[in-house]
């Protein structure tokens, strides 16, 4: 994925969004929509201590940096990270050199969810793409990091191997073609849009027969049109 323009950069948590419905997430980045329920109020209520402004706290062979900005040029994103701890490297083992520290650090992200673990990998993509601005950042290999979940309160182990690692490429690379576009996906109702936060606005029950019915009558059109040049 070439470089881009910063102002054309994705916010990082938005991948999590577009992994779980794609109208959602162009409501909330295209078309700057949105709504909160109690859901969402719990989400940043778990989220008020990971972003307690304490940067750099150390405990023996541990930093942890919480509410860390993040970036990828490469992949034309930007966002903060919930949690970072640093781990100190031992023997060969390869780190990151961080300023005003002896040694070298590994990094491993961590990211607060409200509830417990689900079905899907929309969690695991944004972990995932925070480990890829990390790397970038660090210039170091992250095998794993952790999702922490509010209802269960522990942490969930992710490797960040090849398979989810593509998948957030490819994603990232359809969110940009989309933001290009400038357009809005269209509704499509399914048993997931009673929970979400936008339901009100996106009303996919009507704009989804709406779109499709106007899609048949357009198709419909086209085809009589075309057989009365025919003949």
């Known amino acids: 994925m070439a470089d881009r323009h910063e102002d054309d950069y994705l916010m990082l948590s938005g ?9 959602q997430w162009a409501l909330i980045h295209i078309e700057q929509y949105w709504s909160d329920n109690v859901l969402t109020f719990e989400g940043q209520r778990l989220h008020e201590k990971a972003d ?21 040029h490469r992949l034309g994103v930007y966002g903060v990270a919930d ?3 640093f781990h100190r490297c031992t023997g060969e083992e390869p780190g990151a050199a961080i300023p005003a520290r002896r040694g070298l650090w590994r ?33 170091v290999q992250i095998e794993e990091g952790a999702l922490f979940y509010g209802e269960i309160e522990r942490r969930t182990r992710v490797d960040i191997d090849t398979s989810l690692r593509n998948q957030a490429e490819t994603l990232l690379g359809e969110m940009h073609d989309w933001i290009a576009l400038g357009r809005t996906p269209v509704a499509s109702y399914d048993k997931r849009c ?11 029950k009507m704009l989804g027969k709406r779109t499709a019915g106007y899609l048949e009558n357009y198709l419909t059109l086209v085809a009589g049109s075309k057989e009365d040049r025919d003949a």
């Open 107 to 139: 990094p491993y992200p961590i990211e607060y969810k409200r509830g417990k673990p689900k079905k899907g990998a929309h969690d695991e993509l944004q972990l995932c793409v925070q480990t890829l601005c990390l790397e970038e950042m660090f210039g």
């Open 83 to 85: 949690v970072v701890e």
């Open 52 to 72: 307690n402004p304490c940067i750099g706290e150390k405990r023996g062979d541990l930093i942890i940096a919480r509410s860390m900005p993040l970036v990828s």
């Open 15 to 23: 991948i999590q969004h577009y992994a779980f419905c794609k109208r």
């Open 194 to 204: 009673e929970r979400c936060s936008l339901y009100e606005g996106c009303q996919p």
